[in-house]
């Protein structure tokens, strides 16, 4: 996920078309919905587990394991339908070959950004959350 982060301001590289810019934004999409699924499953069962063996910090570790599973319906309710729009833009601008200078296309770029970056602090805040109790 925070490869998106760093990665995304990359991809908006002066010069690049837009065709080969919706092509790694698709790739890094695909990516991560292989990837990450089951890390973040695996993350929040293991918050889960604490939660339930460790009563005295069951609501430290649930909050962690709730930041940590929420990824998947933010991904899902809000993340989606952005990514969906500047893949299926550049696919329409695919022929024509235009730069990304499209000033919509900037638009959903930057939203794609900002909404990676609130992706990635929800993990964040859950892996600190069961740091900070697993060190206490």
Do not use: Q
């Amino acid at each position: 996920m925070a490869l998106s982060v760093i990665a995304m301001p990359a991809i908006k590289a002066p010069k690049v078309t837009l065709p080969d810019t919706a092509m790694r934004v698709r790739t890094l999409a695909l990516t991560g919905r292989r990837v990450m699924p089951p890390i973040v499953v695996l993350s929040s069962a293991g918050f889960g587990f604490l939660a339930w063996k460790v009563p005295s910090a069951r609501m430290a570790y649930s909050i962690a394991a709730a930041c940590t599973i929420g990824v998947v319906p933010f991904t899902i309710l809000v993340l989606l339908k952005p990514l969906s729009a500047l893949i299926s833009k550049a696919e329409v601008a695919e022929p024509k070959g235009r730069g990304v200078e499209d000033e919509n296309w900037e638009k959903l770029l930057n939203k794609l950004i900002l909404l990676n970056g609130v992706r990635v602090l929800m993990l964040l805040a859950g892996s600190l959350v069961g740091l900070h109790t697993a060190l206490k």
